[in-house]
Protein backbone atom coordinates (compact mmCIF):
# COMPACT_ATOMS: atom_id res chain seq x y z
CA UNK A 1 0.00 0.00 0.00
CA UNK A 2 1.41 3.58 -1.04
CA UNK A 3 0.85 5.67 1.75
CA UNK A 4 -0.82 8.87 1.26
CA UNK A 5 1.21 11.96 2.40
CA UNK A 6 1.81 15.41 1.34
CA UNK A 7 4.58 14.63 -0.68
CA UNK A 8 3.17 11.64 -2.20
CA UNK A 9 0.55 14.42 -3.65
CA UNK A 10 3.59 16.48 -4.68
CA UNK A 11 5.43 13.63 -6.34
CA UNK A 12 1.98 12.87 -7.85
CA UNK A 13 1.79 16.10 -8.90
CA UNK A 14 4.93 15.96 -11.22
CA UNK A 15 4.22 13.00 -12.97
CA UNK A 16 0.28 13.71 -13.87
CA UNK A 17 -1.17 11.61 -11.34
CA UNK A 18 -0.42 8.61 -13.00
CA UNK A 19 1.08 6.35 -10.17
CA UNK A 20 -1.96 6.18 -7.60
CA UNK A 21 -3.29 2.89 -7.10
CA UNK A 22 -6.45 1.28 -6.45
CA UNK A 23 -7.22 1.92 -2.44
CA UNK A 24 -8.28 -1.85 -2.52
CA UNK A 25 -7.99 -4.69 -4.31
CA UNK A 26 -10.88 -6.22 -5.93
CA UNK A 27 -10.86 -9.45 -4.70
CA UNK A 28 -12.09 -12.77 -5.71
CA UNK A 29 -13.53 -15.32 -3.11
CA UNK A 30 -11.16 -17.78 -1.62
CA UNK A 31 -12.20 -21.61 -0.93
CA UNK A 32 -12.15 -21.19 3.01
CA UNK A 33 -11.19 -18.52 5.38
CA UNK A 34 -10.53 -18.71 9.31
CA UNK A 35 -13.30 -15.73 9.59
CA UNK A 36 -15.74 -14.73 7.30
CA UNK A 37 -17.93 -11.00 8.12
CA UNK A 38 -21.07 -10.91 6.27
CA UNK A 39 -21.53 -6.95 5.63
CA UNK A 40 -18.59 -4.60 4.12
CA UNK A 41 -20.50 -1.11 6.10
CA UNK A 42 -18.43 0.35 8.74
CA UNK A 43 -19.14 -1.92 11.43
CA UNK A 44 -18.45 -4.87 9.24
CA UNK A 45 -15.04 -3.55 7.97
CA UNK A 46 -13.87 -2.25 11.16
CA UNK A 47 -14.30 -5.44 12.98
CA UNK A 48 -12.23 -7.22 9.97
CA UNK A 49 -9.36 -3.81 10.57
CA UNK A 50 -9.48 -4.50 14.35
CA UNK A 51 -9.39 -8.59 14.13
CA UNK A 52 -5.65 -7.90 11.79
CA UNK A 53 -4.78 -4.91 13.76
CA UNK A 54 -5.35 -5.75 17.74
CA UNK A 55 -5.08 -10.14 17.07
CA UNK A 56 -3.29 -11.12 13.79
CA UNK A 57 -5.85 -12.65 12.18
CA UNK A 58 -5.95 -11.52 8.41
CA UNK A 59 -6.81 -14.76 6.63
CA UNK A 60 -10.70 -12.49 6.80
CA UNK A 61 -13.11 -12.20 4.20
CA UNK A 62 -15.45 -9.75 3.86
CA UNK A 63 -18.90 -10.15 2.17
CA UNK A 64 -21.01 -7.66 0.71
CA UNK A 65 -24.12 -8.05 -1.08
CA UNK A 66 -24.33 -4.69 -2.85
CA UNK A 67 -21.48 -1.99 -2.87
CA UNK A 68 -19.15 -1.27 -0.10
CA UNK A 69 -20.46 1.33 2.76
CA UNK A 70 -23.62 1.33 0.58
CA UNK A 71 -25.81 0.51 3.18
CA UNK A 72 -26.66 2.56 6.44
CA UNK A 73 -22.89 4.06 5.95
CA UNK A 74 -23.66 5.80 3.40
CA UNK A 75 -27.20 7.02 4.27
CA UNK A 76 -26.63 8.43 7.71
CA UNK A 77 -25.82 11.85 8.97
CA UNK A 78 -22.79 11.44 10.59
CA UNK A 79 -23.43 12.25 13.92
CA UNK A 80 -20.32 11.41 16.40
CA UNK A 81 -21.02 12.02 20.39
CA UNK A 82 -21.08 9.65 23.45
CA UNK A 83 -23.64 11.04 26.28
CA UNK A 84 -25.44 8.16 26.49
CA UNK A 85 -26.48 7.50 29.90
CA UNK A 86 -25.98 3.46 31.00
CA UNK A 87 -22.72 2.65 32.00
CA UNK A 88 -22.60 0.24 28.95
CA UNK A 89 -23.61 2.48 26.46
CA UNK A 90 -21.06 5.86 27.46
CA UNK A 91 -18.04 2.77 27.92
CA UNK A 92 -18.63 1.46 23.81
CA UNK A 93 -20.01 4.99 22.94
CA UNK A 94 -16.81 6.81 24.27
CA UNK A 95 -14.51 4.18 23.18
CA UNK A 96 -15.64 4.50 19.72
CA UNK A 97 -15.47 8.20 19.93
CA UNK A 98 -11.98 8.23 21.19
CA UNK A 99 -10.81 6.19 17.99
CA UNK A 100 -12.28 8.69 15.79
CA UNK A 101 -10.19 11.12 17.17
CA UNK A 102 -7.35 9.26 15.85
CA UNK A 103 -8.39 7.50 13.07
CA UNK A 104 -6.95 9.58 10.52
CA UNK A 105 -3.55 8.96 11.51
CA UNK A 106 -4.21 5.31 12.10
CA UNK A 107 -6.01 4.42 8.90
CA UNK A 108 -3.09 7.19 7.25
CA UNK A 109 -7.13 8.24 5.24
CA UNK A 110 -8.95 11.32 6.11
CA UNK A 111 -11.71 10.53 7.55
CA UNK A 112 -12.60 14.32 7.90
CA UNK A 113 -13.45 14.05 11.73
CA UNK A 114 -14.16 17.42 12.99
CA UNK A 115 -14.91 17.55 16.67
CA UNK A 116 -17.44 20.69 16.36
CA UNK A 117 -19.49 20.03 19.59
CA UNK A 118 -22.71 18.72 19.78
CA UNK A 119 -25.68 20.07 21.49
CA UNK A 120 -28.57 18.53 22.32
CA UNK A 121 -31.36 21.21 22.90
CA UNK A 122 -33.67 20.75 25.64
CA UNK A 123 -37.14 21.71 24.67
CA UNK A 124 -39.19 20.67 27.51
CA UNK A 125 -38.88 20.38 31.30
CA UNK A 126 -38.75 16.22 30.94
CA UNK A 127 -35.58 17.01 28.91
CA UNK A 128 -34.25 19.34 30.84
CA UNK A 129 -34.22 16.59 33.65
CA UNK A 130 -33.13 14.29 31.34
CA UNK A 131 -30.48 15.71 30.23
CA UNK A 132 -29.17 16.88 33.63
CA UNK A 133 -28.85 13.67 35.08
CA UNK A 134 -26.98 12.04 31.71
CA UNK A 135 -24.58 15.11 32.78
CA UNK A 136 -24.31 13.77 36.12
CA UNK A 137 -24.12 9.90 34.62
CA UNK A 138 -21.37 11.09 32.61
CA UNK A 139 -18.82 12.87 34.70
CA UNK A 140 -19.23 9.82 36.55
CA UNK A 141 -18.59 7.65 33.53
CA UNK A 142 -15.29 10.00 32.32
CA UNK A 143 -17.55 11.18 29.41
CA UNK A 144 -16.77 15.42 28.74
CA UNK A 145 -20.51 16.83 28.57
CA UNK A 146 -22.15 19.41 30.83
CA UNK A 147 -25.46 20.50 30.53
CA UNK A 148 -25.85 24.47 29.12
CA UNK A 149 -28.39 27.06 29.46
CA UNK A 150 -30.18 28.92 26.60
CA UNK A 151 -28.03 31.50 26.31
CA UNK A 152 -24.91 29.92 25.67
CA UNK A 153 -26.88 28.05 23.37
CA UNK A 154 -27.72 30.74 21.29
CA UNK A 155 -24.16 31.96 21.93
CA UNK A 156 -22.94 28.49 19.65
CA UNK A 157 -25.52 28.69 16.89
CA UNK A 158 -26.51 32.10 16.53
CA UNK A 159 -29.04 30.88 13.81
CA UNK A 160 -31.15 29.42 16.35
CA UNK A 161 -34.34 30.98 17.20
CA UNK A 162 -34.74 29.69 21.35
CA UNK A 163 -38.10 31.56 21.96
CA UNK A 164 -40.35 29.65 19.70
CA UNK A 165 -43.61 29.18 20.67
CA UNK A 166 -44.07 25.43 20.82
CA UNK A 167 -40.52 24.42 21.53
CA UNK A 168 -38.86 27.03 23.30
CA UNK A 169 -34.88 26.55 23.91
CA UNK A 170 -34.55 25.54 27.89
CA UNK A 171 -30.67 24.56 27.50
CA UNK A 172 -29.14 21.53 26.78
CA UNK A 173 -26.77 18.84 26.75
CA UNK A 174 -23.06 19.76 24.64
CA UNK A 175 -20.44 17.62 24.39
CA UNK A 176 -17.66 19.87 22.66
CA UNK A 177 -15.10 16.99 21.63
CA UNK A 178 -18.60 15.56 19.59
CA UNK A 179 -18.94 16.10 15.70
CA UNK A 180 -19.04 15.02 12.45
CA UNK A 181 -16.80 12.82 9.99
CA UNK A 182 -17.05 11.55 6.11
CA UNK A 183 -18.81 8.42 6.82
CA UNK A 184 -17.58 7.11 3.04
CA UNK A 185 -14.24 7.96 4.03
CA UNK A 186 -14.54 5.81 7.43
CA UNK A 187 -15.55 2.59 5.24
CA UNK A 188 -13.10 3.67 2.49
CA UNK A 189 -10.09 4.04 4.81
CA UNK A 190 -11.38 0.54 6.62
CA UNK A 191 -11.16 -1.39 3.21
CA UNK A 192 -8.08 0.13 2.35
CA UNK A 193 -6.26 -0.81 5.74
CA UNK A 194 -8.15 -4.01 5.57
CA UNK A 195 -7.08 -5.11 1.99
CA UNK A 196 -3.38 -4.47 3.05
CA UNK A 197 -3.33 -6.38 5.46
CA UNK A 198 -3.60 -9.57 3.53
CA UNK A 199 -7.80 -9.38 3.82
CA UNK A 200 -10.50 -9.96 0.65
CA UNK A 201 -13.15 -7.56 0.76
CA UNK A 202 -15.55 -8.75 -1.89
CA UNK A 203 -18.43 -7.15 -3.18
CA UNK A 204 -21.76 -8.25 -5.34
CA UNK A 205 -21.27 -11.39 -3.29
CA UNK A 206 -24.95 -12.19 -1.44
CA UNK A 207 -25.32 -14.64 0.96
CA UNK A 208 -27.52 -16.94 0.60
CA UNK A 209 -27.15 -19.42 3.45
CA UNK A 210 -25.38 -20.85 6.78
CA UNK A 211 -23.95 -24.29 6.33
CA UNK A 212 -23.75 -25.72 9.59
CA UNK A 213 -22.53 -29.02 11.01
CA UNK A 214 -23.54 -30.45 14.34
CA UNK A 215 -24.83 -26.86 15.36
CA UNK A 216 -21.68 -25.01 14.66
CA UNK A 217 -21.12 -23.04 11.41
CA UNK A 218 -18.69 -24.19 8.95
CA UNK A 219 -18.85 -21.57 5.69
CA UNK A 220 -21.83 -19.58 3.99
CA UNK A 221 -23.44 -20.62 0.50
CA UNK A 222 -23.32 -17.12 -1.64
CA UNK A 223 -24.18 -15.80 -5.41
CA UNK A 224 -20.65 -16.53 -5.76
CA UNK A 225 -20.28 -19.98 -4.36
CA UNK A 226 -19.66 -21.72 -1.52
CA UNK A 227 -16.95 -20.33 0.91
CA UNK A 228 -16.00 -21.93 4.51
CA UNK A 229 -14.92 -20.42 7.44
CA UNK A 230 -14.26 -20.91 10.95
CA UNK A 231 -15.66 -18.36 12.54
CA UNK A 232 -18.67 -16.04 11.09
CA UNK A 233 -19.76 -12.66 12.45
CA UNK A 234 -23.30 -10.89 10.69
CA UNK A 235 -22.44 -7.35 10.84
CA UNK A 236 -25.59 -6.21 8.55
CA UNK A 237 -27.73 -3.62 10.61
CA UNK A 238 -31.27 -3.98 8.96
CA UNK A 239 -31.07 -7.22 7.28
CA UNK A 240 -29.57 -9.22 10.52
CA UNK A 241 -33.20 -10.81 11.25
CA UNK A 242 -33.10 -11.89 7.57
CA UNK A 243 -29.48 -13.68 8.19
CA UNK A 244 -30.03 -15.32 11.28
CA UNK A 245 -33.66 -16.46 10.28
CA UNK A 246 -31.11 -18.34 7.32
CA UNK A 247 -29.10 -19.60 10.20
CA UNK A 248 -32.32 -20.84 12.48
CA UNK A 249 -32.57 -18.19 15.26
CA UNK A 250 -34.66 -15.20 16.14
CA UNK A 251 -33.99 -11.74 16.87
CA UNK A 252 -35.44 -8.84 18.84
CA UNK A 253 -34.96 -7.02 16.45
CA UNK A 254 -37.25 -4.74 14.20
CA UNK A 255 -36.19 -3.20 11.04
CA UNK A 256 -37.72 0.45 9.61
CA UNK A 257 -37.24 3.04 7.81
CA UNK A 258 -34.90 6.26 8.94
CA UNK A 259 -34.48 8.82 6.24
CA UNK A 260 -32.50 12.12 5.96
CA UNK A 261 -32.15 14.74 3.99
CA UNK A 262 -29.66 18.02 2.74
CA UNK A 263 -30.57 21.64 1.64
CA UNK A 264 -28.73 22.80 -1.09
CA UNK A 265 -25.45 24.25 -0.49
CA UNK A 266 -25.13 27.71 1.36
CA UNK A 267 -21.98 29.49 3.03
CA UNK A 268 -21.16 28.58 6.35
CA UNK A 269 -23.42 29.62 8.74
CA UNK A 270 -23.59 26.96 11.86
CA UNK A 271 -20.41 25.06 12.84
CA UNK A 272 -22.00 22.94 15.47
CA UNK A 273 -24.11 19.71 15.52
CA UNK A 274 -27.69 20.53 17.13
CA UNK A 275 -30.37 17.44 17.90
CA UNK A 276 -33.64 18.15 18.94
CA UNK A 277 -34.40 14.84 19.88
CA UNK A 278 -38.28 16.34 21.09
CA UNK A 279 -39.57 17.09 17.16
CA UNK A 280 -37.04 14.13 15.48
CA UNK A 281 -35.04 16.84 14.34
CA UNK A 282 -31.49 16.79 13.52
CA UNK A 283 -28.97 19.40 11.84
CA UNK A 284 -25.30 19.78 10.97
CA UNK A 285 -23.73 21.61 8.12
CA UNK A 286 -21.63 19.76 5.75
CA UNK A 287 -18.23 21.04 4.21
CA UNK A 288 -19.69 21.52 0.92
CA UNK A 289 -22.31 23.68 2.59
CA UNK A 290 -25.58 22.08 2.70
CA UNK A 291 -27.38 21.22 5.49
CA UNK A 292 -28.01 18.37 6.83
CA UNK A 293 -31.24 16.70 8.25
CA UNK A 294 -31.90 13.76 9.98
CA UNK A 295 -35.38 12.69 10.43
CA UNK A 296 -37.31 10.04 12.46
CA UNK A 297 -38.11 6.97 11.79
CA UNK A 298 -41.41 5.14 9.87
CA UNK A 299 -43.79 3.27 12.56
CA UNK A 300 -43.54 0.45 10.32
CA UNK A 301 -41.49 -2.74 9.42
CA UNK A 302 -39.59 -1.66 6.36
CA UNK A 303 -37.32 -2.88 4.08
CA UNK A 304 -37.54 -0.65 1.33
CA UNK A 305 -34.76 1.97 2.01
CA UNK A 306 -37.35 4.88 1.44
CA UNK A 307 -38.97 6.61 3.97
CA UNK A 308 -42.58 8.39 4.09
CA UNK A 309 -42.87 12.09 2.77
CA UNK A 310 -45.17 13.43 5.75
CA UNK A 311 -41.92 11.97 8.20
CA UNK A 312 -39.64 14.96 6.27
CA UNK A 313 -42.80 17.36 6.67
CA UNK A 314 -43.39 16.99 10.08
CA UNK A 315 -39.00 16.93 10.97
CA UNK A 316 -39.01 20.18 8.58
CA UNK A 317 -41.83 21.93 9.89
CA UNK A 318 -40.48 21.31 13.28
CA UNK A 319 -37.06 22.60 12.46
CA UNK A 320 -38.07 25.77 11.31
CA UNK A 321 -39.41 27.10 14.11
CA UNK A 322 -36.23 26.90 15.31
CA UNK A 323 -33.96 27.34 12.37
CA UNK A 324 -36.43 30.01 10.29
CA UNK A 325 -33.67 30.30 8.08
CA UNK A 326 -33.84 26.80 6.73
CA UNK A 327 -37.75 28.42 5.72
CA UNK A 328 -35.85 29.73 2.47
CA UNK A 329 -33.53 26.62 1.60
CA UNK A 330 -34.48 24.24 -1.40
CA UNK A 331 -34.10 20.56 -0.12
CA UNK A 332 -31.93 18.75 -2.64
CA UNK A 333 -31.81 15.38 -2.06
CA UNK A 334 -33.53 12.84 0.25
CA UNK A 335 -32.96 9.15 0.85
CA UNK A 336 -33.63 6.10 3.43
CA UNK A 337 -31.79 3.38 5.01
CA UNK A 338 -32.99 0.27 7.09
CA UNK A 339 -32.21 0.23 10.61
CA UNK A 340 -32.04 -2.52 13.41
CA UNK A 341 -34.09 -1.52 16.42
CA UNK A 342 -34.22 -3.15 19.37
CA UNK A 343 -36.39 -2.91 22.45
CA UNK A 344 -34.42 -1.32 24.89
CA UNK A 345 -32.51 0.51 21.84
CA UNK A 346 -29.00 -1.38 22.64
CA UNK A 347 -26.87 -2.73 20.41
CA UNK A 348 -26.68 -6.59 20.54
CA UNK A 349 -22.82 -7.93 20.54
CA UNK A 350 -23.47 -11.39 21.17
CA UNK A 351 -22.45 -15.12 20.93
CA UNK A 352 -25.45 -16.75 19.09
CA UNK A 353 -27.12 -20.48 19.64
CA UNK A 354 -25.08 -21.66 16.78
CA UNK A 355 -21.41 -22.13 17.80
CA UNK A 356 -18.87 -19.65 16.34
CA UNK A 357 -21.18 -17.63 14.57
CA UNK A 358 -21.18 -13.58 16.18
CA UNK A 359 -23.81 -11.23 16.03
CA UNK A 360 -23.29 -7.50 15.69
CA UNK A 361 -26.61 -5.61 15.40
CA UNK A 362 -29.31 -3.69 16.56
CA UNK A 363 -27.57 0.08 16.72
CA UNK A 364 -30.86 1.24 15.39
CA UNK A 365 -30.80 5.02 14.64
CA UNK A 366 -27.16 5.58 15.47
CA UNK A 367 -24.45 3.59 14.20
CA UNK A 368 -22.62 5.61 12.42
CA UNK A 369 -20.62 7.02 15.83
CA UNK A 370 -20.56 3.10 16.86
CA UNK A 371 -18.28 2.34 13.96
CA UNK A 372 -14.66 2.00 15.41
CA UNK A 373 -15.25 1.01 18.72
CA UNK A 374 -17.83 -1.66 17.84
CA UNK A 375 -15.18 -2.57 15.22
CA UNK A 376 -12.88 -2.95 18.38
CA UNK A 377 -15.19 -4.71 20.82
CA UNK A 378 -16.56 -6.92 18.21
CA UNK A 379 -13.21 -7.78 17.33
CA UNK A 380 -11.90 -9.06 20.44
CA UNK A 381 -15.27 -10.77 21.12
CA UNK A 382 -14.80 -12.87 18.41
CA UNK A 383 -11.20 -13.58 18.57
CA UNK A 384 -11.34 -14.14 22.48
CA UNK A 385 -14.81 -15.02 22.94
CA UNK A 386 -15.43 -12.46 25.42
CA UNK A 387 -14.86 -8.62 25.57
CA UNK A 388 -15.12 -6.27 28.80
CA UNK A 389 -16.74 -3.57 25.80
CA UNK A 390 -19.92 -6.61 24.80
CA UNK A 391 -20.31 -8.44 28.30
CA UNK A 392 -23.55 -5.81 28.88
CA UNK A 393 -24.87 -6.44 25.13
CA UNK A 394 -25.65 -10.26 24.59
CA UNK A 395 -28.79 -11.86 23.32
CA UNK A 396 -29.72 -13.16 26.70
CA UNK A 397 -30.35 -10.09 28.05
CA UNK A 398 -33.81 -10.49 26.79
CA UNK A 399 -34.44 -13.33 28.55
CA UNK A 400 -33.06 -12.20 31.67
CA UNK A 401 -34.70 -9.12 31.86
CA UNK A 402 -31.30 -7.07 32.56
CA UNK A 403 -32.00 -4.08 29.59
CA UNK A 404 -29.48 -1.32 28.41
CA UNK A 405 -32.57 1.01 28.45
CA UNK A 406 -31.28 4.14 26.35
CA UNK A 407 -34.90 4.38 24.58
CA UNK A 408 -36.59 6.32 27.65
CA UNK A 409 -32.97 7.49 28.29
CA UNK A 410 -32.25 9.32 24.84
CA UNK A 411 -35.97 11.40 25.38
CA UNK A 412 -37.07 10.40 22.11
CA UNK A 413 -40.59 9.87 21.70
CA UNK A 414 -40.65 6.28 20.07
CA UNK B 1 -47.32 6.62 1.54
CA UNK B 2 -49.38 4.15 2.46
CA UNK B 3 -53.36 3.85 1.60
CA UNK B 4 -55.12 1.91 4.17
CA UNK B 5 -58.76 1.00 4.45
CA UNK B 6 -59.98 0.30 7.87
CA UNK B 7 -62.68 -2.50 8.39
CA UNK B 8 -64.24 -1.03 11.48
CA UNK B 9 -65.61 2.24 10.30
CA UNK B 10 -65.33 1.22 6.09
CA UNK B 11 -62.68 4.81 5.15
CA UNK B 12 -60.21 4.28 3.19
CA UNK B 13 -57.59 6.86 3.88
CA UNK B 14 -53.81 7.56 4.00
CA UNK B 15 -51.30 6.51 6.81
CA UNK B 16 -50.75 9.67 8.75
CA UNK B 17 -54.71 9.01 9.83
CA UNK B 18 -53.35 5.40 11.15
CA UNK B 19 -50.76 4.16 13.57
CA UNK B 20 -48.87 1.42 12.96
CA UNK B 21 -48.67 -1.06 16.33
CA UNK B 22 -46.42 -4.34 14.85
CA UNK B 23 -46.87 -7.81 14.34
CA UNK B 24 -50.26 -9.48 15.12
CA UNK B 25 -51.36 -12.55 16.17
CA UNK B 26 -49.01 -12.85 18.84
CA UNK B 27 -49.70 -15.85 21.37
CA UNK B 28 -49.63 -14.28 25.00
CA UNK B 29 -47.35 -15.81 27.38
CA UNK B 30 -47.57 -15.03 30.78
CA UNK B 31 -47.28 -16.29 34.72
CA UNK B 32 -46.18 -19.90 34.23
CA UNK B 33 -45.08 -20.26 31.10
CA UNK B 34 -41.27 -21.20 29.91
CA UNK B 35 -38.85 -18.67 29.92
CA UNK B 36 -37.98 -18.95 26.50
CA UNK B 37 -41.78 -18.70 25.76
CA UNK B 38 -41.71 -15.30 27.52
CA UNK B 39 -39.34 -13.80 26.06
CA UNK B 40 -40.71 -14.55 22.74
CA UNK B 41 -43.88 -13.19 23.35
CA UNK B 42 -42.03 -10.18 24.40
CA UNK B 43 -39.49 -9.34 22.15
CA UNK B 44 -38.89 -11.78 19.27
CA UNK B 45 -40.56 -10.40 16.10
CA UNK B 46 -40.74 -11.95 12.65
CA UNK B 47 -39.19 -8.61 10.80
CA UNK B 48 -39.84 -10.75 7.81
CA UNK B 49 -38.81 -9.48 4.56
CA UNK B 50 -41.80 -10.12 2.53
CA UNK B 51 -45.28 -10.87 3.85
CA UNK B 52 -45.71 -9.51 7.11
CA UNK B 53 -49.38 -9.35 9.34
CA UNK B 54 -49.73 -6.41 11.24
CA UNK B 55 -51.74 -4.76 13.58
CA UNK B 56 -52.86 -0.91 12.84
CA UNK B 57 -55.40 1.31 14.93
CA UNK B 58 -57.28 4.15 13.17
CA UNK B 59 -55.92 7.15 15.29
CA UNK B 60 -57.60 9.54 13.90
CA UNK B 61 -60.98 8.07 12.58
CA UNK B 62 -62.42 5.65 14.69
CA UNK B 63 -60.20 4.79 16.84
CA UNK B 64 -60.53 1.17 16.74
CA UNK B 65 -57.92 -1.85 16.19
CA UNK B 66 -57.77 -3.64 13.06
CA UNK B 67 -55.42 -6.05 11.28
CA UNK B 68 -53.61 -5.48 7.96
CA UNK B 69 -51.37 -7.79 5.85
CA UNK B 70 -48.75 -5.66 3.92
CA UNK B 71 -45.40 -6.62 2.43
CA UNK B 72 -42.48 -4.98 3.99
CA UNK B 73 -40.60 -4.95 0.55
CA UNK B 74 -42.88 -3.14 -1.76
CA UNK B 75 -45.03 -1.47 0.62
CA UNK B 76 -48.04 -3.55 -1.04
CA UNK B 77 -50.92 -3.51 0.97
CA UNK B 78 -52.52 -7.23 0.85
CA UNK B 79 -55.71 -6.35 2.77
CA UNK B 80 -56.86 -5.36 5.91
CA UNK B 81 -59.41 -7.69 8.38
CA UNK B 82 -61.30 -7.63 11.90
CA UNK B 83 -58.94 -7.91 15.04
CA UNK B 84 -61.59 -10.16 16.20
CA UNK B 85 -59.09 -13.01 14.98
CA UNK B 86 -56.17 -14.86 15.95
CA UNK B 87 -55.64 -15.84 12.31
CA UNK B 88 -55.89 -14.06 8.87
CA UNK B 89 -59.46 -14.93 6.89
CA UNK B 90 -59.15 -17.14 4.09
CA UNK B 91 -59.70 -14.58 1.13
CA UNK B 92 -56.77 -12.40 2.73
CA UNK B 93 -54.48 -15.72 2.51
CA UNK B 94 -56.03 -16.28 -0.77
CA UNK B 95 -55.31 -12.94 -2.30
CA UNK B 96 -51.36 -12.65 -1.11
CA UNK B 97 -50.92 -16.25 -2.90
CA UNK B 98 -52.09 -14.56 -6.20
CA UNK B 99 -50.12 -12.09 -5.44
CA UNK B 100 -46.60 -13.68 -4.14
CA UNK B 101 -46.72 -17.40 -5.86
CA UNK B 102 -43.62 -18.10 -3.82
CA UNK B 103 -44.85 -17.55 -0.51
CA UNK B 104 -45.37 -19.96 1.61
CA UNK B 105 -48.91 -20.24 3.18
CA UNK B 106 -47.70 -22.47 6.30
CA UNK B 107 -45.76 -19.05 7.55
CA UNK B 108 -49.21 -17.29 8.01
CA UNK B 109 -49.65 -17.46 11.69
CA UNK B 110 -52.50 -19.92 13.35
Known amino acids: ?414 | MLTIHCPNCGVTAEETEFHAHGEAHLKRFGPGSSEDDFESYLFMRKNPKGVHFERWRHQYGCGKWFHVARCTTTLEIFGSYSAQTTEPPKEIINHIENRRPDWNATEAPK
Open chain 1, 1 to 414: MKKYSVFAVAREAMRHHTGWNRAWRDAQPKAKYDVIIIGAGGHGLATAYYLGKNFGITNVAILEKGWLGGGNTGRNTTIIRSNYLQDPSAAIYEKSRSLYETMSQDLNYNVMFSPRGVIMLAQTEHEVRGYKRTAHANALQGVQTEFIDAARVKELCPIMDIDGPSYPVLGGLWQARGGTARHDAVAWGYARACSDMGMDVIQKCEVTGIRQEGGKVVGVSTSRGDIGCDKLGMVVAGHSGHLADMAGFRLPIESVALQALVSEPIKPCMDVVVMANTVHGYLSQSDKGEMVIGGGTDGYNNYTQRGSFHHIEETVRALVETFPMLSRLKMLRQWGGIVDVTGDRSPILSKTPVENIFINCGWGTGGFKAIPGSGWAMAELMAKGRSPLTDAFGLERFTEGRFIDESVAAGVAH
